[in-house]
């Protein structure tokens, strides 16, 4: 489904991302994992065409994509979740859902989606009228991915879910992907807690300085002596 092939990401004189080529199949999760300033987020801003990439190909779904205008990433079906939620505070919960079927007109289909939203997040059901700025940081994170979803995407970019939040919210936003990749969604997840991320997903890709240096299966690489000293703590 996506095709990424040596892509380059830079800022200023500082190459953030280099030569990196990876893909992922339809219907799977994959994990991108790396320390911080890897060239991770880099590398999803530049497939969700919110930066520029300076080298490189990105294909999706047998399309290029690598110059098209941002705003036009969402209607061919790539919604991404930002690192740091990204939700519009002004703005209450259904509002926030609302924007993120602002490409759609089938308006019974918005309607169900909605309540399909609310039925994996029923906090943000009970807090609809409430502005998404005076949410906790994981009701919060609860928003911005149901907000992506209300798109209706084929490809779901997670860029950091676990971040700043509890155990016990990190769990729950985690049985929410794990829920909706059950059903079918295609997913590329971004996450500093690499157990977590590998245990996720089918596949994964770690990422040092802004390269691709190790992938394979996601219960190869948590079984791989580099991974378990560098990522796992172990």
Do not use: C, W
Not at 10 to 27: D, K, L, P
Not at 175 to 185: D, F, W, Y
């Amino acid at each position: 489904m996506l095709e990424v092939t040596g892509l380059h990401v830079a800022y200023g004189g500082i190459q953030a991302v280099r030569n990196v080529t990876f893909h992922v199949n339809e219907g799977e999760t994959v994990a991108l994992i790396g320390a911080n300033g890897a060239g991770k987020t880099s590398t999803l801003k530049a497939i969700s065409r919110v930066i520029d990439s300076t080298g490189g190909d990105i294909h999706f779904r047998s399309e290029k994509i690598t110059r098209i205008a941002s705003h036009d990433i969402i209607r061919k079906g790539i919604a991404m979740v930002p690192e740091g939620r990204g939700v519009f505070p002004r703005l209450t919960v259904a509002e926030n859902l609302a924007m993120g079927a602002f490409v759609r007109n089938d308006k019974a289909a918005i309607a169900g989606d909605l309540e399909h939203v609310y039925g994996h997040f029923p906090r943000l059901k009970e807090r609809a009228a409430q502005l998404a700025g005076t949410l906790s940081g994981g009701e919060q994170q609860m928003l911005a991915i149901g907000r992506a979803l209300m798109s209706r995407p084929k490809l779901l970019l997670l860029d950091e879910p676990s971040m700043g939040l509890a155990p016990l919210m990190v769990q729950k936003i985690f049985e929410v992907v794990r829920a909706v990749a059950a059903q079918g969604m295609t997913i590329l997840l971004i996450e500093q807690n690499a157990k977590l991320a590998l245990q996720t997903s089918q596949r994964g890709y770690v990422m040092e300085s802004g390269e691709i240096t190790l992938n394979g299966e996601a219960a190869e690489l948590l079984d791989d002596p580099k991974v378990r000293a560098a990522y796992l703590g172990e």
